[in-house]
């Protein structure tokens, strides 16, 4: 009888420690994604793998709206539903832990969503997420245990734990994606500053930025350097704040002294950009930006860099730049070949011409040929732009 007892503890023991351990993996992984888009589904998979369960289900709460949403819930549309209603409203409402075997069975559960889907919820463990603070911030959903008919005590108490560290993790990610928003938003009101200065740049910056990117999709570029292209294109003219107004906004052609004042604005893109604290991971915004009038035959400025000296990213705005300028009006003349053009808009075709004029030249040629590969998509958000 006692050596019964004693190999019963040591199931439970050892029961408890597989527990006690996978929470702690969980934890970790959790605690490393600061990714709201990936988080998400990793809360929501972790979670169905350890609770032995078929489905969860993870929601938030909209306290403005009065409602709970989810991004995520295992192969289930976006769903959105009032405080209150139904199982994970409820448990919102009143911030109780929910345990039934059979869903069905309670009046206020909706099966709208199990026929739709051809669904049949069975038991259900539903809990209130929580921040630091102790306020409700969403609800966790575990939905039909594969080995028992309900999730029991013990799986009462492994969800409390694991919703926990789920309220922290997305505090933190949250917090996180507000941060970036923050930065983001200060960013692009700063480079709007100096294309405020002039109505026939309004906007320039802006465009620059959306073809620079479409051309690096394009061209596959890692994530990483999407991030220091997207910061680097907005705020690659921001050197124009240290160009006086009498050549900034100069109605004619550049007289040679004009040209040797306006060509300083990338290195003073560049200082003003090293002043600026920038995350690790854009490290290279002021490089980048600072290096978008150079040419890969070495004729470009401020530095007279050639082919691999120049950041890919460099290389990139530069067509974009280039393209805009071009097809953009501007009061002063523009220049290719060695000819004086028009002020006025040039059409795509001949811009385009230009741009190929100077492949090897100017412009990288695998930048020109991903720039023609999506020049369908910019021409349409070019003319939707203006």
């Known amino acids: 009888m006692e050596s019964e007892k004693t190999q019963s503890l040591l199931a439970q023991c050892d029961e408890l420690n597989k527990q006690l351990t996978a929470l702690l993996s969980v934890t970790s992984d959790l605690a490393s994604e600061l990714d709201f888009n990936a988080l998400f589904p990793l809360i929501v998979?972790?979670?169905?793998?350890?609770?032995n369960a078929e489905r969860t289900s993870l929601y938030l709460l909209d306290p403005d709206q009065n409602e709970l949403w989810t991004k995520v819930a295992e192969g289930i549309d976006t769903i959105r539903l009032p405080i209150g209603e139904g199982i994970s409203g409820r448990v919102a409402q009143t911030g109780e832990i929910l345990n039934v075997e059979d869903a069905w069975e309670l009046p206020f559960f909706n099966?709208?969503?199990?026929?739709?889907?051809?669904?049949?919820?069975?038991?259900?463990?539903?809990?209130?997420?929580?921040?630091h603070a102790g306020e409700k911030i969403g609800?966790?959903?575990?939905?039909?245990?594969?080995?028992?008919l309900r999730f029991d005590a013990q799986d009462e108490w492994f969800c409390k734990g694991l919703a926990a560290q789920v309220g922290i993790a997305l505090e933190n990610s949250l917090l996180h994606d507000e941060m970036k928003l923050a930065f983001k938003k200060s960013i692009q009101t700063l480079a709007a500053t100096v294309d405020a200065k002039h109505p026939l740049t309004a906007g320039h910056s802006r465009r620059v930025t959306d073809y620079s990117?479409?051309?690096?999709?394009?061209?596959?570029?890692?994530?990483?350097?999407?991030?220091?292209?997207?910061?680097?294109?907005?705020?690659?003219?921001i050197g124009k704040i240290g160009i006086?107004?009498?050549?900034?906004?100069?109605?004619?052609?550049?007289?040679?002294a004009d040209r040797l004042e306006m060509n300083t604005h990338p290195t003073q893109t560049e200082h003003i950009l090293n002043n600026f604290y920038f995350p690790?991971?854009?490290?290279h915004v002021p490089w980048i930006a600072a290096c978008h009038h150079e040419k890969i035959d070495g004729t470009g400025y401020p530095r007279g860099l050639t082919g691999d000296q120049i950041p890919l990213e460099s290389?990139?705005?530069?067509?974009?730049d280039v393209f805009d300028a071009l097809t953009s009006p501007r009061d002063y003349p523009k220049y290719a070949f060695g000819k004086i053009l028009d002020?006025?808009?040039?059409?795509?075709?001949?811009?385009?011409c230009i741009l190929k004029k100077d492949i090897g030249s100017h412009f990288d040629p695998d930048v020109i040929d991903a720039f023609l590969s999506c020049l369908p998509e910019i021409t349409f958000d070019t003319d939707n732009a203006r």
């Open 343 to 352: 002020y006025k808009i040039i059409p795509i075709e001949k811009s385009v």
């Open 280 to 283: 690790r991971t854009l490290r």
């Open 213 to 237: 990117m479409k051309i690096a999709k394009k061209m596959a570029l890692p994530k990483l350097s999407q991030g220091n292209l997207y910061y680097a294109a907005l705020l690659h003219d």
């Open 111 to 131: 099966r709208h969503f199990d026929k739709k889907n051809n669904f049949r919820t069975r038991s259900v463990l539903c809990l209130p997420i929580k921040n």
């Open 244 to 256: 006086s107004d009498a050549v900034l906004l100069k109605n004619g052609p550049f007289t040679p």
């Open 139 to 148: 609800v966790l959903q575990v939905i039909n245990k594969k080995d028992k």
């Open 45 to 51: 998979k972790k979670i169905t793998d350890m609770m």
């Open 315 to 320: 290389k990139i705005i530069a067509v974009a």
